[in-house]
Each structure stands twice: as C-alpha cells, then as structure tokens.
C-alpha cells in the first residue's frame, strides 16, 4: 500500500515537473492558419512571447513560404533579403530563440496581402506584481528564479513525503 502511495505521488510530482517545464506552441493565425487576409497584428496583440516558445506556420506550401526578415524588409514587405527560409512542408515551427524582435512574411507578393507577422520575444514570462522579487545580487540563473525553485520545492516535498509521511 505504501508503494502505491509512493508511486502516486512520484506521478504528480513527474506530471507536474513536465507540464510546467513545456514551451507553449503558438499556431500562427489559430484556426486560419498563415494565409493571406488574416489580421496577424491583431492576432499576435494579446499574446507575450518568450524564450524557447515555438511558432507553428500552417498553409499551403504550393503557394506561400515564411521567411524571416529584417524590420527593413518586412516594412517594405521584400523578400529578396531574407535571414532564414524556414518553410518545410507547410506546417514548419519556429522556435523563438532570443530575447528580440522577429518579422516574418510570405513572398511571392503574398505580404501585401496581410502574410507578414511582428512579434517581439521576452527572455522571460513577466512575475504578477505579487510575486516579483525584491532586488537582490543574485543572477537570473539562480535557484532562487521562480520555476527554479518551485521544482526544488516540489522534489523536497515529495520527498518528505514518501521517507516521513505515513498514511
């Protein structure tokens, strides 16, 4: 009985460690995809990126692409000069690397037809108020970093659990 107990709680704790551990996947456009006619701006408005979040792109390969630009280039919508061709097979991921702005767009004058996307990446999800730490030395990299330090938290806890706690 009391490795069922263990067992379950090892579970939770697993569960747990890898859902708050995994990057969000944002679907460009949601339902409509990356296609022309879509509002991106408008789409991308209410979301904050981070680092190590991924972008997927669905569409047509036989008629669009998505390439990353420079700001230059996706103001003036040219896909002559481009950073990376990251078209595959017409469901291809991004994955937002840095902490900065990115510029997508489709060529083939596609881009005049809304097929361009700006988003500007965060090196981290932004603390609540509530919770944001006071100013301290420490480096961002610390245990003491908020996702950091609840997974060394749940691992103690877990196990107390099992080696102390009887039920």
């Known amino acids: ?36 006619n879509v509002n991106y701006t408008r789409w991308s408005a209410d979301k904050e990126f981070n680092v190590g979040e991924w972008l997927i792109f669905n569409f047509d390969k036989r008629y669009y692409n998505v390439l990353e630009v420079n700001k230059t280039s996706y103001d003036s919508c040219n896909d002559q000069v481009f950073i990376t061709n990251i078209t595959r097979g017409g469901r291809d991921v991004f994955e937002l ?3 900065r702005p990115y510029y997508f767009l ?3 004058g596609y881009c005049y037809h809304g097929m ?10 932004p ?3 509530a919770m944001a730490p006071a100013a301290s030395n420490a480096s961002p990299n610390s245990l003491t970093s908020s996702p950091q ?5 749940l691992i103690v806890i877990s196990i107390a659990l099992m080696t102390n ?3």
């Open 127 to 129: 603390l609540a108020p």
């Open 97 to 99: 690397k840095e902490a």
């Open 116 to 125: 361009k996307l700006a988003l500007v990446v965060q090196e981290h999800p």
């Open 165 to 167: 706690f009887s039920w």
């Open 1 to 36: 009985m009391m490795k069922v107990r263990m067992v379950t709680v090892m579970v939770v704790v697993v569960g747990f460690l890898t859902t708050s551990a995994a990057a969000k996947l944002y679907k460009v456009g949601d339902d409509q995809g990356w296609n022309p």
């Open 106 to 108: 489709s060529s083939g």
């Open 149 to 153: 330090m609840s997974i060394v938290s």
